[in-house]
T-cell receptor, first 109, second 114 residues
Framework: DAKTTQPNSMESNEEEPVHLPCNHS???????IHWYRQLPSQGPEYVIH???SNVNNRMASLAIAEDRKSSTLILHRATLRDAAVYYC??????????FGKGTKLSVKP | ETGVTQTPRHLVMGMTNKKSLKCEQH?????MYWYKQSAKKPLELMFV???????ENNSVPSRFSPECPNSSHLFLHLHTLQPEDSALYLC?????????????FGPGTRLLVL
């Protein structure tokens, strides 16, 4: 499975946008980009996923580079509840979720 | 509330004990998963069941024994565990296996082996 690289940690201020980067230079044409997050003392939860085009949902936006070698998860207005570990995962069309270490996001009031 | 429940939420057991973890999903899904999350390590996929049949077993020691009696329930039977098996055990489900389906996770069982 192709590998992703994320910063270990990031900080944000409450009610400001957050851009969480992910590099995946070895991505293949059939890899989907998935984002999950894990709040403290909880299991992971799905955030968003995409293949080539940018995606929006009620939780976040996913911006995918034109060459697909990187992507950015955008939280438009961070809240304290968004403090979590965010995982960027490449998933083959018939593949399992392979979690890395993720980015720990801290949100300051 | 994800629709996936796990019991117990916390468990302490000795190395000679036998215990079971239970997972139940109320989503009508066909696939269920067990993951292990050790301190400072990424989540590791342990087992996958699709329509009550085991489809993946990722080199997990035999002291972990899964059981899927129906598509809504998944168990992980534990016996003669080691202290290094202490971890958060997470159950997940998805509509189908091997398709780009969202996985829904339970809150996990925090296991401590003494």
């Amino acid at each position: 499975d192709a590998k992703t690289t994320q910063p270990n940690s990031m900080e944000s201020n409450e009610e400001e946008p957050v851009h969480l980067p992910c590099n995946h230079s070895t991505i293949s044409g059939t890899d989907y980009i998935h984002w999950y997050r894990q709040l403290p003392s909880q299991g992971p939860e799905y955030v968003i996923h995409g293949l080539t085009s940018n995606v929006n949902n009620r939780m976040a936006s996913l911006a995918i580079a034109e060459d697909r070698k990187s992507s950015t998860l955008i939280l438009h207005r961070a809240t304290l509840r968004d403090a979590a570990v965010y995982y960027c995962i490449l998933r083959r069309s018939q593949g399992n979720l392979i979690f890395g270490k993720g980015t720990k996001l801290s949100v300051k009031p | 509330e994800t629709g996936v429940t796990q019991t117990p939420r916390h468990l302490v057991m000795g190395m000679t004990n036998k215990k079971s973890l239970k997972c139940e999903q109320h989503l009508g899904h066909n696939a269920m998963y067990w993951y292990k999350q050790s301190a400072k390590k990424p989540l590791e996929l342990m087992f996958v069941y699709s329509l009550e049949e085991r489809v993946e077993n990722n080199s997990v020691p035999s002291r972990f024994s899964p059981e899927c009696p129906n598509s809504s329930h998944l168990f992980l039977h534990l016996h003669t565990l080691q202290p290094e098996d202490s971890a958060l055990y997470l159950c997940a489900s998805s509509q189908d296996y091997r398709i780009q389906e969202t996985q829904y996770f339970g809150p996990g069982t925090r296991l401590l082996v003494l």
